[in-house]
């Protein structure tokens, strides 16, 4: 009989890959929180008159940095600091519809066990801010698995730009090519595939079809998932 336990399809992946390393997006990859992102932003956008469709925001929000979110939004330019205002405003709305709901992707915290146990060193590396960071580590015991945490303000080109899993890779000390992502979003399954890392991309936001450039897709991270 086929052994169908998270560990064993997991050191089956690891093996195959030759991954060396972990990295996690956070929004829709750590927490199923993009449905409260695109309300939020609706919620926000009533004070200046615009509406956003869910296309839309999955086309030119999910998965980017929270400048070049705030810029498409405006539909111009702005320096660090006047788009850190209005972002901030916006993830303080997100902060306070989210958190009655805050929960791991399901499968999320045995699969962090499973690869802590295997001394596989892990990194979060977000297209979002600080501040929404510690909101999650706040309510979710995650924190002590991830050896590097790398967000916008740590980058100067968003995803699907590689930077910032180049710039992950580089902190944990481990090539390119030996690791893992686990990705949510279309441009977040490009930056990781265009800096030579193996994706797994979960459709928690997007559709199998939107995701087809990873080397697998999941629903989440329970066991039958990684079957290959």
Not at 107 to 115: I, K, V
Not at 138 to 157: D, G, Q
Request: charged share 25%; net charge negative; aromatic share 8%.
């Amino acid at each position: 009989m086929a052994d169908n336990s998270l560990e064993f399809n997991i050191d089956k992946l690891l093996k195959a890959w030759n991954i060396k390393a972990v990295i996690f997006d956070l929004d829709g990859t750590l927490i199923d929180n993009n449905s409260f992102h695109l309300q939020s932003w609706r919620q926000y956008l009533k004070n200046i008159g615009r509406e956003i469709s869910e296309e839309e925001y999955k086309k030119n929000i999910n998965g980017r940095t929270n400048k070049d979110a705030i810029e498409y939004i405006y539909a111009r330019k702005m320096n660090d600091e006047e788009a850190l205002k209005y972002a901030l405003e916006k993830e303080a709305v997100y902060r306070k519809l989210y958190e009655p709901h805050i929960k791991p992707v399901t499968g999320l915290m045995e699969l962090l066990g499973a690869l802590h146990e295997r001394q596989l060193p892990m990194a979060i590396a977000t297209s979002g801010i600080q501040v929404n960071i510690d909101f999650m580590f706040s309510h979710l015991p995650i924190e002590k698995y991830f050896k590097v945490v790398v967000n916008s303000a740590h980058i100067t080109m968003g995803k699907p730009d590689p930077e910032i899993y180049i710039k992950t890779a580089a902190l944990l000390g481990i090539p390119q090519n030996n690791c893992l992502v686990f990705e949510d979003a279309a441009v977040g399954v490009s930056a990781a595939k265009s800096a030579g890392m193996k994706v797994i991309a979960i459709t928690t936001t997007q559709c199998k079809e939107e995701l087809s450039n990873a080397d697998m897709i999941i629903h989440d991270y329970t066991a039958e998932n990684f079957l290959t």
